[in-house]
């Protein structure tokens, strides 16, 4: 494929995730994105059929390290309670490192309602989901975590206190270090749940 094509896919990628940061989820237009790249969006359309094709795309970009996460995770060899923290570390590094990013976490129930995008959601949602829970399964299995707790349940704990620390850290301004917030509280959640 043309590397000029690619590179202008890429690029009105980025712009999306940077009008979603900047205007929100309802901000968030063709028009907008074609004036700040300084196209028309008949050009946009040239790249993109339709807006949820954009946001398809947006959130490809958005998971594309996730395997290469879980990846990484299994690879290091890590007991199951340091795979848990590596696991959740990686995403708040790369959070921090592209702070814009998370406009699309923040947003997932809005495109959500969409039902075109709905699937594309809830398939990294539970890609996310199912990874978390499989380090928890094998951290109850090797005694780092009561076996009585359902996985699921400690699941959404971490991944809702992650969610909620990083919505707290967007309306903060960025203001306080995004990972060692999440770290710590993650410290506290996994201690309580040691047999």
Not at 16 to 29: A, C, F, P, R, Y
Request: net charge negative.
């Amino acid at each position: 494929m043309d590397k000029g094509l690619l590179h202008r896919k890429d690029s009105l990628i980025l712009t999306t995730i940077d009008v979603m940061n900047e205007l929100g989820i309802q901000g968030l237009s063709t028009r907008e994105i074609a004036k700040r790249q300084g196209v028309s969006e008949a050009t946009l359309f040239r790249h993109y059929k339709s807006k949820n094709e954009l946001l398809i795309a947006v959130l490809d970009f958005y998971s594309q390290f996730d395997s290469d996460i879980a990846k990484s995770t299994e690879m290091r060899q890590l007991s199951a309670r340091e795979a848990i923290e590596f696991w959740v570390n990686s995403y708040v590094e790369y959070y921090e490192n592209y702070p814009a990013i998370t406009s699309i976490n923040q947003a997932y129930d809005v495109l959500a309602s969409d039902n075109s995008l709905a699937m594309k959601i809830k398939e990294v949602f539970n890609y996310r989901r199912d990874i978390l829970m499989a380090l928890i399964d094998r951290a109850k299995q090797a005694g780092e975590v009561k076996s009585e707790i359902e996985s699921e349940i400690l699941t959404d704990i971490i991944l809702g206190h992650k969610s909620y620390i990083c919505l707290k850290w967007r309306l903060d301004g960025f203001s306080f270090s995004l990972k060692d917030s999440t770290m710590l509280t993650l410290k506290v959640v996994l201690d309580a749940f040691k047999p």
